[in-house]
């Protein structure tokens, strides 16, 4: 592909660059680590190197989502998205902003940090931050796909009321809407999903809107969606996004 002057001055040549340190998150395709660039503290996610004739398919699999992920992120500068600083191709790798509070999970979900999601100003900070990213990413034609709170993070910013500041991130899953409709072949973590997602149906920014809902659900009640259910959550979303739209659905369950 041919690349902008910008893309180009992106581009670290020398992976060397990059002093790669501690592991702080993993996926099917890629490792993030803490890490140090021209003497700043970033976050390098690498995509695995994976070798062997059976792995072709594979290799293939994670240099689109690779290049879709830089694609959309290069797209992608507010103040609540997890920015992309630079990239390398040998390895592919993605450096981007630290944000060393973690992610909203983490937070949500941790005993210690009780007295500081109880706050209602805190909760407004949490939930108006994933809004105008949401914003923001729909304004520049981006679906992400996979909005969840694993995939929001907390940075620390002497500008933003109470030193926190909320940023969307992990677009690996995301997709540049064209017309505002594309066919989901691919999905995100069934607790955080839309129907029409399970489905493969034409969908539009309003599968991140479905998602959003159940993330200020979850900040208003810190607990896991569908963590209750006997049946585990993954089965239980999915029965709630299928049932809720099929024709034999009880009017009160809508």
């Not at 592991?23 to 021209?38: L, M, T």
């Not at 100003?121 to 729909?138: L, P």
């Not at 909005?147 to 940023?167: D, P, Q």
């Not at 809902?213 to 006997?230: K, M, N, S, Y």
Request: charged share 25%; with cysteine.
């Amino acid at each position: 592909h041919v690349r902008s002057r910008r893309q180009r001055q992106m581009c670290i040549r020398d992976s060397s660059e990059l002093a790669l340190g501690a592991e702080i998150g993993s996926g099917s395709f890629a490792v993030v680590y803490a890490a140090e660039w021209a003497s700043r503290a970033v976050c390098v996610k690498q995509y695995r190197e994976l070798g062997g004739a059976e792995a072709s398919a594979a290799r293939h699999k994670e240099a689109e989502l690779f290049d879709q992920e830089a694609r959309v992120m290069r797209r992608l500068h507010h103040k609540n998205i997890v920015e992309l600083l630079a990239y390398t191709l040998v390895p592919r790798a993605l450096v981007m902003e630290l944000c060393p509070a973690g992610s909203l999970f983490r937070v949500l979900h941790d005993p210690k940090f009780e007295l500081l999601c109880s706050q209602l100003s805190v909760v407004k900070k949490f939930a108006t931050g994933i809004a105008a990213g949401m914003r923001h990413m729909h304004t520049c034609g981006v679906i992400h796909r996979d909005l969840r709170t694993e995939n929001v993070f907390l940075s620390f910013s002497r500008a933003a009321k109470g030193g926190l500041r909320v940023k969307v991130g992990d677009f690996n899953l995301s997709r540049e809407s064209m017309a505002h409709s594309l066919t989901m072949t691919e999905c995100g973590t069934f607790q955080w999903i839309a129907p029409e997602t399970v489905r493969e149906e034409k969908a539009s920014t309003k599968v991140d809107v479905y998602s959003f809902a159940i993330v200020l659900w979850e900040i208003g009640t810190r607990a896991v969606p569908f963590a209750d259910h006997p049946a585990g959550p993954w089965f239980a979303s999915l029965q709630a996004c299928l049932l809720y739209t099929s024709d034999a659905a009880d009017d009160s369950l809508r």
